[in-house]
């Protein structure tokens, strides 16, 4: 049996939407003690120094790239692509498609795969690399863990940590839409990307693409599919993606006080989409579709409407990847929510 979003600690129910913003604190903290650790509070001294300005994708977008610097003394980084599109139809404020990438899949140029398609649909395309926030390795001596010691937060919580601090310059600009940021990522990266808007509600939607276990797979669900990540071979195989404590849980997954569907039930009310290809049985793509329906109930609650609405699933033949296809559907699907293009 799933534990229930919709019900407190203390076993009282939670009827209406200032309940719920109470169960959402409580839910936050199950994740940050049972699941990926708790990450340090924002900084407030993101600032951003622009280090490329040119024209791409023959003079139809502005790429630039600027190197964000916050934290203690300043001394984190994030180096930052942003493409934004071009032309006298273009709004003054545009909305956000954020993505994280593999960081060392980023290239020099900082032109990531598909970001052209981005522009030309008339967003602001952001993109970074997890490597600037924490190497993908199973230590804590490098990225931003020495900054903070004091902090429980594993790798996955550190990519999400470093993409709302791209938030936080990204809503000071005056070319941006604060209130329309969209963020996305696939397989790990998808897991941080809806961690990250989970977590922070100024982020205005979240598509994740093949984020399995961890991310939008339900863990309980993973171990009755042959061939699905378990919480038993993601906390073997990436331990350090999450706090010490899940993996306690490896062998009696039933007894965990959370899971997936509750991470995609603190994004109510706003829109969620999930991605992932029919034969990418390791990401589980029925438990993923699982989770999605079983975070209905609290978007009931809120009045933002469920599957088709404030919520979408796509499902296409293949496997774990990323397609143009898939991208141009969340754009779809962002245009909707954001009624961009009307």
Request: aromatic letters at 8%.
């Amino acid at each position: 049996m799933l534990p229930d979003p919709l019900i407190f600690n203390d076993g009282s129910p939670v009827t209406n939407a200032p309940q719920w913003q109470r169960r959402r604190v409580e839910i936050q903290t199950l994740f940050e003690t049972y699941v990926y650790g708790q990450a340090p509070p924002p900084p407030g001294n993101v600032v951003g120094e622009e280090i490329l300005h040119r024209p791409v994708f023959d003079g139809a977008a502005l790429q630039r790239i600027f190197m964000l610097r916050f934290g203690p003394q300043q001394k984190l980084t994030i180096r930052l692509s942003t493409v934004m599109p071009l032309g006298a139809s273009q709004p003054r404020r545009l909305p956000v498609a954020l993505s994280l990438m593999r960081g060392d899949h980023l290239p020099e140029d900082g032109l990531w795969p598909n970001c052209d398609l981005i522009a030309r649909r008339g967003y602001l395309g952001v993109c970074f690399g997890n490597a600037d926030c924490d190497l993908d390795k199973p230590d804590r001596t490098d990225g931003y863990h020495p900054f903070y010691p004091g902090y429980t937060w594993a790798t996955l919580a550190v990519w999400a940590w470093g993409m709302q601090r791209v938030v936080d310059w990204l809503i000071a600009q005056d070319f941006v839409d604060a209130g329309k940021i969209a963020v996305t990522g696939h397989s790990r990266r998808g897991k941080a990307a809806l961690l990250a808007a989970a977590l922070d509600q100024r982020i205005a939607l979240a598509a994740p693409s093949g984020s399995g276990a961890g991310g939008v797979g339900l863990s309980r669900h993973a171990k009755t599919v042959g061939g699905a990540e378990t919480v038993s071979a993601i906390t073997k195989q990436f331990p350090y993606w999450f706090v010490p404590r899940l993996a306690e849980y490896a062998r009696r997954v039933e007894d965990l006080p959370v899971d997936q569907h509750m991470l995609i039930a603190l994004m109510a009310p706003r829109p969620v989409m999930n991605c992932d290809g029919l034969d990418d049985r390791w990401a589980n793509p029925s438990g993923e579709k699982a989770a999605m329906l079983a975070a209905l109930p609290v978007y009931d609650l809120l009045g933002a409407g469920g599957i088709g609405n404030k919520m979408a699933m796509r499902f296409r033949p293949g496997g774990h990847d990323m397609t143009r296809e898939d991208l141009s559907a969340i754009l779809d699907f962002c245009d909707r929510q954001f009624q961009h293009g009307e």
